[in-house]
């Protein structure tokens, strides 16, 4: 199995990222967002949530990360005999949609105490 290491910036935003605002994005919020793409989300929010499913952007080194990460998870979760989503032996293969109803639900709480 192959991987690529993590940078401290990268694991810890990817440990931030279940929900959370992310501190490293802190300074970048509401900056513009520069794709090849039609977009209307082209900014950076709280989250980060636009920078990953921004379209038509150079590189994806933190894609590749992400999705390394996941599959080496995934492997322990298999050795373990453990369900899971997402990652080679998970099913279904992808994460997508897992945590959209608890982030909702933040966004939803920091509007109504104005975080």
């Known amino acids: 199995m192959r991987s690529t290491p993590f ?4 694991f810890q935003a990817a440990a931030q990222s279940f929900g959370v605002r992310l501190t490293c994005l802190k300074s970048s919020t509401n ?3 520069k794709s090849t793409a039609f977009a209307t989300d082209k900014f950076v929010d ?3 949530k636009n920078i990953k499913k921004l379209v038509g952007a150079e590189g994806g ?5 992400h ?17 899971h ?3 080679t032996s ?3 293969r ?10 909702q639900a933040l966004r939803d709480r920091d509007r109504t105490f104005g975080c």
């Open 85 to 87: 989503r997402g990652g």
């Open 67 to 83: 999705n390394s990460f996941m599959n080496t998870i995934s492997a322990w979760c298999r050795r373990a005999q453990i369900p």
């Open 7 to 10: 940078s401290n910036d990268e």
């Open 90 to 92: 998970g099913t279904p």
């Open 94 to 103: 992808t994460c997508k949609g897992m945590y959209s109803a608890y982030t």
């Open 46 to 48: 709280a989250f980060g």
């Open 61 to 65: 080194g933190t894609t590749a990360n």
């Open 31 to 33: 900056l513009p967002l």
